[in-house]
T-cell receptor, first 114, second 116 residues
Framework: AQSVTQLGSHVSVSEGALVLLRCNYSSSVPPYLFWYVQYPNQGLQLLLKYTTGATLVKGINGFEAEFKKSETSFHLTKPSAHMSDAAEYFCAVSDPTGTYKYIFGTGTRLKVLA | GAGVSQSPSNKVTEKGKDVELRCDPISGHTALYWYRQSLGQGLEFLIYFQGNSAPDKSGLPSDRFSAERTGGSVSTLTIQRTQQEDSAVYLC??????????????FGPGTRLLVL
């Protein structure tokens, strides 16, 4: 069965500091991996995804993530945090068995300190 | 273009009443998903529709929950005899099915349900 683990339900960084949000997955087959961001009282917006090809994936708003098969990880990073990055971030793996439904991690709430 | 829309945005109901939540997917998207976001449970899959295929109902938590998708477009999620534990945000997503998967799901803003 697929599963996703996000370490740290809350992460605080200073404005301008590196953002690192961790995601590990378990999958019996090569996964499709996604990061979504959710701002208060809004739906989920795709930041980036990995399907095949280059393992370093660049997304919107300066975020990127690297797929590391040997570590079963897909950590999200951004070199310099901005106040507007404060939100909740969800890592998800897509079930490859036909429906491609998402299995989500529990989310990480990012706080950016001035 | 227009994104996924959901209505109502907020719903307050009394325990035991039935509620209907509506989702309008992106035009042309053949796949439609419902998820529930609640405290303590995170985001969980409820049901999936793809074209004219039988839906995958494996995530529905009880037989009080049902959903339909008419004409391959609009979907309605119905909760009968609501309970307080049904209070959550119900999210709808749609996608354009790609061979082999990996497509992006586009989410609506959600319906926030509160059962008193």
């Amino acid at each position: 069965a697929q599963s996703v683990t996000q370490l740290g339900s809350h992460v605080s960084v200073s404005e301008g500091a590196l953002v690192l949000l961790r995601c590990n997955y378990s999958s019996s087959v090569p996964p499709y991996l996604f990061w979504y961001v959710q701002y208060p009282n809004q739906g989920l917006q795709l930041l980036l995804k990995y399907t095949t090809g280059a393992t370093l994936v660049k997304g919107i708003n300066g975020f990127e993530a690297e797929f590391k098969k040997s570590e079963t990880s897909f950590h999200l990073t951004k070199p310099s945090a901005h106040m507007s990055d404060a939100a909740e971030y969800f890592c998800a793996v897509s079930d490859p068995t036909g429906t491609y439904k998402y299995i989500f991690g529990t989310g990480t709430r990012l706080k950016v300190l001035a | 273009g227009a994104g996924v829309s959901q209505s109502p945005s907020n719903k307050v109901t009394e325990k035991g009443k039935d509620v209907e939540l509506r989702c309008d997917p992106i035009s042309g998207h053949t796949a439609l998903y419902w998820y529930r976001q609640s405290l303590g449970q995170g985001l969980e899959f409820l049901i999936y529709f793809q074209g004219n295929s039988a839906p995958d109902k494996s995530g529905l938590p009880s037989d009080r929950f049902s959903a339909e998708r008419t004409g391959g477009s609009v979907s309605t999620l119905t909760i009968q005899r609501t309970q307080q534990e049904d209070s959550a945000v119900y999210l709808c997503a749609s996608s354009l099915r790609l061979a082999g998967g990996g497509e992006t799901q586009y989410f609506g803003p959600g319906t926030r349900l509160l059962v008193l």
